[in-house]
């Protein structure tokens, strides 16, 4: 690690960074940040939550140049969230820029009010690729001043069929661009895109076992088809979760584990890729709010988002692929604090499961749904040592006087207790 100081970068930089309370550089920040600051040309191997935003946020703002009010950099992005996240992240580091403009371009939002602030002039775009490309067609965006494109988790947008969009896009900026790929997993495809599009591309990757990297402690659960609803329910005792975000593979599984918890008076919401645009952005406020404990979803909410003290993923269902196992448990844990991610399993899905296994570079730890007898004794530890805390803490002189008044020959103090105790159990 080193400190941000460290680097050759503008102290209206620093002075953001300071006040958004980043010290120390991340790995990726630590690797990258030289040699674009070089104008280099990188590909990245990096997930979110591993700060590569700022890793290439901070070279690109040393580069603009304010007068010019046409597009610098571009920044392609998978989905809507991520567009915001990070125009909002380069708003915070581009602060003490004077009259630095940066907007975020996306599909669902009407393309009128995002036309007429690129007429007033911008520095930097970030958006989907749909978006953009759409802007350029209808002559609102010209990219031939771009000096910086960024592909932003590039296997999502590839995932999600953007291929030739960003081709369109890259084919529209300047020969002699610096390009800068960023990427959780490098499939073929995109070593093709940068070789195609990069120029001489230096390789940076984190290595997943280095201590800075995101904790994630990872179990996994046998159950079966039957009782996996209720199993997820133990887990929640059984690790005390309060929050959590968990993943189906289907929106019908959402439906069903979203609905099944609303029975049982946990407060949850679901969100796939149905939902309207604004109904999702409104259920992912509350839920990084707090106001939601529980967030189940599809793939589509473990695309980019940051979720700060998110402390658990739950795979309901097994991910199709170690990618989106990756992406998914890449929620929690972020920027160097510590997560959990646990995985149902069952028979149907050990095949899958173990492919997943065989690529971790992680071990996935095989833990035990307790049963109910275990779980009894979970919950009664649990209370018994809320006891004792209150034992020792509290001021109890009301309530012992009560108990010695109600207890009689008939009636001892450890009946008392433990009537209480069983209520407290049934609540
Ligand atoms: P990212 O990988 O860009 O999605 O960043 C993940 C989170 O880490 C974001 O909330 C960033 O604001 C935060 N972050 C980025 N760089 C640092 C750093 N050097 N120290 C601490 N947090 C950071």
Do not use: W
């Amino acid at each position: 690690m080193m400190n941000f100081r460290d680097f050759n970068i503008s102290d209206d930089i620093l002075k953001a960074i300071d006040e958004m309370g980043f010290e120390k550089t991340t790995p990726i920040q630590k690797k990258a940040i030289p040699l674009e600051l070089e104008g280099r040309d990188v590909t990245a191997q990096a997930q979110t939550g591993s700060g590569k935003t700022i890793a290439f946020t901070i070279p690109i703002l040393e580069k603009i140049f304010i007068p010019d009010k046409s597009p610098q950099a571009i920044i392609l992005c998978p989905t809507r969230e991520l567009s915001v996240q990070v125009a909002g992240e380069i708003e915070n580091v581009g602060k003490y820029i004077k009259k630095l403009k940066v907007l975020a371009v996306y599909g669902g939002q009407p393309i009128g009010k995002q036309t007429r602030v690129l007429k007033k002039g911008v520095h930097i775009i970030v958006g989907t690729p749909g978006r953009v490309i759409d802007h350029i067609q209808r002559g609102n965006l010209d990219l031939i001043g771009v000096e910086t494109v960024v592909l932003d988790e590039a296997d999502e947008m590839l995932d999600m069929g953007f291929r030739d969009d960003i081709e369109t896009i890259l084919n529209d900026t300047p020969y002699r661009r610096q390009t800068l790929l960023f990427s959780a997993t490098i499939p073929q495809e995109i070593k093709k895109i940068a070789k195609n599009y990069q120029n001489n591309p230096k390789f940076i990757k984190i290595d997943s076992n280095k201590k800075n990297n995101p904790k994630i402690t990872q179990y996994s659960f046998k159950t079966n088809h039957k009782y996996k609803f209720d199993d997820l329910c133990k887990l929640f005792g059984v690790y005390d979760i309060k929050s959590a975000l968990i993943f189906c593979n289907t929106k019908k599984g959402v439906d069903f584990v979203f609905k099944n918890l609303k029975k049982r008076g946990y407060s949850s919401q679901e969100l796939h890729g149905d939902m309207t645009q604004k109904t999702r952005d409104n259920v992912m406020n509350k839920f990084r709010n707090g106001n939601i404990s529980f967030l189940v979803a599809t793939d589509v909410a473990s695309r980019g988002l940051d979720i700060s003290n998110l402390d658990f993923i739950i795979n309901y269902d097994v991910p199709q692929n170690y990618d989106s196992y990756v992406h998914r448990i890449g929620r929690t844990a972020r920027a160097g604090s510590s997560g959990y991610a646990f995985t149902l399993v069952t028979s149907q899905d050990i095949l899958s499961f173990n492919n997943i296994k065989k690529q971790s570079k992680v071990k996935i730890i095989e833990k035990k749904i307790p049963t109910d007898n275990e779980m009894e004794m979970i919950e009664n530890k649990r209370i018994m040592d809320e006891v004792k805390k209150s034992i020792k803490i509290d001021n109890l002189d009301k309530e012992v006087n009560l108990i010695k008044k109600s207890s009689s020959k008939d009636l001892s103090s450890e009946e008392i207790a433990a009537a209480l105790l069983k209520k407290i159990r049934e609540n």
